[in-house]
């Protein structure tokens, strides 16, 4: 399973909820979790392989989580700024603001109710994961500066892997 890189539509569209946990559900999370593994990721959306369904995986310092409908049901007041890049931008790292606590709610893939509280970097990575699932980027949490200079070192970069030049 590939990943879709920007500016693919399915990045921008906004996903539907898993209505069963079928086999093909089962599937396309089996091809994320490989999918996140090869890339050596600590998340992946759904949308960010081509498919626009509620369906999240999670993979921070082992604490491996596939996420059937995830809800942010809540998050704390207290922000925090920290580098963040995303696996279909592949490339630059940008400081992005995000709460430093998150409830996560959703179901696994026994339809079994999911419920985890995440801190720092799990937290960041379950909201920029929703976010996925809503159309929305990293990018578009930055300043226009920062967004287009984001934007602008991922052009060049690739720019350089399609010439094959050495970077
Ligand atoms: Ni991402």
């Known amino acids: 399973m590939g990943i879709v890189t ?13 209505e069963n946990i079928d086999k093909e559900v089962v599937s396309l999370a089996d091809g994320m979790t490989e999918a996140l593994f090869r890339a050596e990721g600590i998340g992946l959306a759904a949308p960010q ?10 993979n921070v310092e082992d604490d491996f ?4 409908n995830p809800e ?9 700024s920290a580098a963040e890049g995303c696996l279909s931008i592949p490339g630059p790292e940008a400081d992005v603001e995000r ?12 339809g079994n109710e999911v419920k985890l509280t995440r801190e720092g970097l799990a937290a960041r990575v379950f909201l920029h994961e929703v976010d996925h699932l809503n159309g929305t980027l990293f990018i578009d949490h930055l300043s226009e500066t920062a ?8 052009r ?4 350089e892997e399609n010439t094959g030049a050495a970077a």
């Open 156 to 159: 060049n970069a690739r720019k």
């Open 99 to 110: 709460p430093t606590r998150v409830e996560v709610r959703g179901y696994d893939l026994d």
């Open 49 to 58: 392989v081509g498919v626009l369904k509620r369906l999240i995986v999670v």
């Open 65 to 68: 989580h596939i996420v059937v």
């Open 147 to 154: 967004r287009s200079a984001t934007l602008k070192e991922y």
């Open 72 to 80: 942010i049901v809540q998050t704390n007041e207290e922000k925090e």
């Open 6 to 18: 920007y500016p693919d539509e399915a990045l921008r569209g906004r996903s539907s909820p898993v």
